[in-house]
Every structure is written in structure tokens, then in C-alpha cells.
């Protein structure tokens, strides 16, 4: 006998499908906020203060974020008096900073790295020669069928 099921039971909707597991993250994410980058800044590692990365990154534009201002991450309050206020998990600071100074930097460093690649090109091609040339034409080859 035929199987009598309604076509609209059918639907990919209606498929339940089972949520798969995936670890927990160590630093959760905070709650996005318009207009701005949250990151994780070190503050230190092996035992070793790292103020100069913490220094490095406020000098980028990233300023500590503060425990009350993001309730959804719970996280122990340090020992730490210097950071007492703000959210650390292990040896990880919570720092923000504005999207507009982030995108500005990354295109410095974009327009940075491709005068470096200008700059080697133009060193290697000065000494080309088009008798013996220093990098090879890109070839293809096809293969055709006769019948």
C-alpha cells in the first residue's frame, strides 16, 4: 500500500535537525557595540608582566573595557588592583576600541605592504632582460582531441 503522508509534512522545515556540540570558547565575545572592535589584549605570559603590549595597544586606540558594562561575561574579579574595574579572564584583558581607528590602521598597513611589494617588484624587473628573462611567462597547455 502507498505511503498516504501529506506532501506539506514533507517540508525541509519541518526536518528537525540536532544541534551539534562544539567547544566553549575560553574568551567569550561581548555583546557587540555600534561603532566599535572589542580584542583581547595579553597582559602577561610564561609569568612575565607584558605591559608593553598592553602599552602598544593603547597606543593603537584600544582602551580597557569595564566589568559593568558588559554584564553578560562573567569572569572572577582580579587580584590585580590595576585592572580591578575591567574584564580579565586568565591573562587576558578585554579592551575596545573605535571601528573607525581600527579601519584606518588597516588600511596604513595595507597601503604599507603593498609599496613594499612595489618596491621588491621594481628592484627584480629593472634587472630583467626580455633575452633571458628572470621569471618565467605564466604557461597553460590543452589538450585537444582529434577525431
Known sequence: MADRTPRSLDLRENAERVASW???SILPDPNPQDGYVFRWVS????????????????????EPVLAKDHPEIKARRPKNAEFSENILI???LL????????DQRARHYENWTRQ????VDNNVFRENDPRAPLLAPERSS???RHR
Open 22 to 24: 562544539k567547544p566553549p
Open 95 to 102: 579592551c575596545k576600541a573605535p571601528a573607525e581607528i581600527i
Open 116 to 119: 613594499q611589494i612595489e618596491s
Open 43 to 62: 597582559v602577561a605570559a610564561g609569568g612575565r608582566d607584558q605591559a608593553d603590549n598592553v602599552t602598544s595597544q593603547m597606543n593603537q586606540g584600544y
Open 142 to 144: 590543452r589538450v585537444l
Open 90 to 92: 586568565g591573562n587576558s
